[in-house]
């Protein structure tokens, strides 16, 4: 989006006086599938060079609103997906520490694991919740070496199964295991059904309206299989008769009317994006949620809506 460039730092940030960080994570360490998400960072990056203007819809420029950076890429240690984790931790609490609103480009779902203990340390003295996008329910009890299944460790990094749903489900590759752990612990489940049924409002709004109470702190996942390939070819596992590009659009406007704390996108592999249109897509996301979300007067850090989740710090 032609933002500036700030090392991710917690005095750069500063001294730049971010209201929003975008940060890289190239990695492509916790892929089952078809490799590629570590590309996705750039690709994202290249389609936001047309990202210029106010939103026609909103008419907000999130650029203008946000005080938006580019915090650069997180480093990767290839072959050691832990150490690749703890580096996405530390690059997240340099963001929040710093006042912004860290979004994560990914990348393989395995990021997710990183942004999420980064963020409920951060968020110690405030209860968080989980809303995830996607296809699968990403609940490995125990991945070996790493998988990317966020949901599960966001568990085990303290997040309440009460406080945790996933919107889009869909396909086969939801093996019968993750399905019982996520009943046995209370996640809220909203299969791509109840969407065709109810429409993306009412759903998404009703996942909010659970799982985000006065005081708690919300991240948001985008896995980009949660839409349908026809919109978003793009993607390492590819799943048909997901949602539609209009509606996850929708979806990320209501997220942004809820104040997250931070958020990211996934699961981009840029070899198989037909025209680039996933990427594009996901630039779409950013622009929408930033578009519903209020930005907090003066310095530029993230500021309570009412009737929002998010506690300034």
């Not at 907000?60 to 938006?68: A, F, K, L, S």
């Not at 406007?253 to 990211?264: I, Q």
């Not at 519903?292 to 506690?311: F, K, N």
């Amino acid at each position: 989006m032609r933002a500036p460039l700030a090392p991710g730092d917690h005095k750069s940030l500063r001294d730049r006086g971010a209201g929003v960080a975008i940060v890289g994570v190239p990695s492509d360490q916790g892929n089952g599938y078809r490799p590629g998400a570590g590309l996705g960072p750039r690709a994202v990056r290249e389609a936001s060079d047309q990202f210029i203007g106010p939103d026609y819809r909103s008419g907000v420029d999130p650029r203008e609103t946000h005080r938006i950076v580019d915090a650069g890429d997180v480093a990767i240690a290839l072959a050691d997906p832990a150490t690749t984790l703890e580096s996405i931790k530390r690059s997240t609490l340099e963001v929040l520490d710093a006042g912004a609103l860290p979004i994560l480009i990914g990348g393989d779902h395995s990021i997710t694991i990183g942004g999420f203990e980064g963020f409920a340390e951060f968020s110690a003295e405030t209860p968080v919740a989980l809303l995830s996008f996607d296809a699968h329910l990403d609940t490995e009890v125990d991945p070996y070496p790493i998988a990317a299944c966020p949901v599960a460790r966001a568990i085990d990094a303290g997040c309440d199964p009460l406080r945790i749903a996933i919107v889009g489900v869909r396909g086969s590759l939801n093996p019968r295991a993750w399905v019982d752990y996520a009943h046995e612990q209370g996640i809220r489940v909203h299969g791509i059904h109840e969407v065709e049924e109810r429409g993306i409002g009412p759903v998404v709004s009703d996942a909010l309206d659970a799982i985000c109470t006065k005081g708690v702190s919300l991240y948001v996942t985008f896995d980009l299989d949660s839409v349908d390939p026809a919109y978003a070819p793009g993607v390492v596992t590819p799943e048909p008769a997901g949602l539609t590009s209009r509606e996850l659009l929708a979806a990320a406007r209501l997220v942004g009317a809820r104040s997250p704390r931070m958020f990211d996108l996934v699961e981009l592999a840029p070899a198989y994006d037909v025209s680039g249109i996933t990427a594009r897509l996901a630039c779409a996301v950013i622009s929408n949620v930033l578009g519903a979300l209020r930005p907090a007067p003066g310095r530029g850090g993230i500021s309570e809506r009412r009737g929002g989740t998010h506690v300034q710090r």
